[in-house]
């Protein structure tokens, strides 16, 4: 049987599941194979180069989505348009190809790509003159866990090396930060957000590859590339980057520290964190403009409860035109990041146009700008909604779907944050499948995606990855998969879509799903709620209650 005939078949399977579940008829979604599969290779061709914002990727893109929005049948969501400007600043930096360092009499260098990437959070350029190093531990302030990274540390005007993750990293104990899962102060943007608030002239985040969950062929990406950013007032760290932990070695023995020990210290409550005595130079040069990205929002308005909104999201945006790889090809197409995820909420959206009756609440349908460079796309919508986030009953987030074929699990990150796990883990029982927590809780996915933005509102964010568990070759060829697909084509430009390799028949289980739980929801009075333990719980329930 051909890959197609497959595909068709799953879309008949999960119309006849939908039936069997108890609902009529005219309420199954009309989930198409031949549809995805055409919007992922659309978006993901060498025409939209790359989908970055600022370029003729996004004009391209956007036109592209503003169209397959109406042939959805969806309203404009912003008044009469469906496109929501994003300001941002975009700075690219030139940084120079070699660091040099100095402790005491002796000299070294580093070589930029290969052993750093660098960049300037100033829109004209900035330098190192002679800036003294200082190792900081984790660089993290978490008054929650008795941690204080930088107590007794002046790191004024200095550059700061932390490390990558969380001191729970690795760890059993679950009270110790959240043992392996990792806490938000295990992300880079945390660190650098941090270093900026100690007065830290640059920031450093040492990279390994367990603990940041990805090689450091990934950071060299981005070297010398351009860089957006939200405008805003609030402090930055001049310099940021990253430092292979080789060169971090390197660092360490011209000091005369033991980078091992100094290393397995730092995990431990009451480290205190000193200068390397090295000092470095560099220049980083940068050029600026200022200009508009967009968020693409189209809606379903509610029967009976119009301004009570469910919000699909999925990021646009991928990485443009870059380094080219060993073949020669430049263009980092981003098939399953995120071309899969856009193409999956315009399928969902397509599905809720079939109902009948229709929903009784609003959906709406968010594609968000820049989520590779930040999430600043989703944050920039939570900061200037369009729906008030205490109105806005659920966050529905797509990022990445299944290109392995059909899975006997799904995988919820964050799991045990909200009551939408419950509807997940309801709707998986009536089709024959099962819910996991993360497999990899120590990468801190939750954090990476544009539904922690909404989180951070208050509102209830779900967030389901592709699961692990294939339906043929098990835990092991799925881990197998999932591994093979972070080494060799995340953020690469091999992300392309391969008729001959990807199998959709599992994005479409997990497409039916994603539709359930917002079906139920636009049909209910109820709303869905964080569960005790939830650090966003409080934000709410305070929001809730200026109704």
Partial sequence: MTNRAILLLLSTTLLLLAACGGKDAQDTPQLSAERLERRIIALSSDEFLGRKPFTEGEKRTLTYLQEQFAEAGLEPANGTSYLQEVPMVEITTTAESTMRLRTGSKSLELKGYDEYVVWSRIPTGTALENAELVFAGYGIVAPEYNWNDYEGLDVKDKVVLVMVNDPGFGSDDSTFFKGST?????????????????????????????AASYPFGVLQNSWNTAKLYLESGQAVCPVEGWISFPATRKLFDAAGMNLTEELASAKKPGYKGRPLGIRATIALPAVSQKNNSYNVIGKITGTTRPDEVIIYTAH????????????????????????????????????????????????????????????????????????????????????VLSSFGRMKNVVIVGYGQSDLDDYVKEICKETGRYVSPDPHPEAGFYFRSDHFNFAKAGIPALYVDPGNDHITGGIEYGEKMAADYTANRYHQPADEYDP??????????????????????????????????SEFKAIREASRKKE
């Avoid at 806490?183 to 390994?208: D, M, N, P, S």
């Avoid at 700008?369 to 900061?383: D, I, K, N, Q």
């Avoid at 001959?500 to 109820?526: K, T």
């Fill in 500 to 533: 001959a390799m990807w199998h959709l028949d599992g994005a479409l289980e997990d497409l039916y799903l994603l539709f359930e739980v917002g079906r139920r929801l636009a049909f209910e009075s109820s709303w869905p709620q964080w569960k005790e333990g």
């Fill in 316 to 399: 646009w945006d991928h990485l443009g035109v870059g380094m080219p790889d060993a073949s020669g090809d430049s263009i980092y197409n981003g098939a399953l990041d995120n071309a899969s995820g856009t193409a999956g909420i315009l399928e969902i959206a397509e599905a809720f146009k079939t109902l009948n009756p229709k929903p009784e609440r609003t959906v709406a349908f968010l594609a968000v700008t820049a989520e590779e460079e930040g999430l600043l796309g989703s944050a920039h919508y939570v900061r200037y909604p369009i729906f008030p986030p205490e109105n806005t009953v659920a966050s529905i987030n797509i990022d």
């Fill in 182 to 210: 990792m806490t938000y102060y295990g992300r880079w943007t945390y660190k650098f957000e941090e270093a900026a608030r100690q007065g830290a002239k640059g920031c450093l985040v040492i990279h390994e590859d367990a």
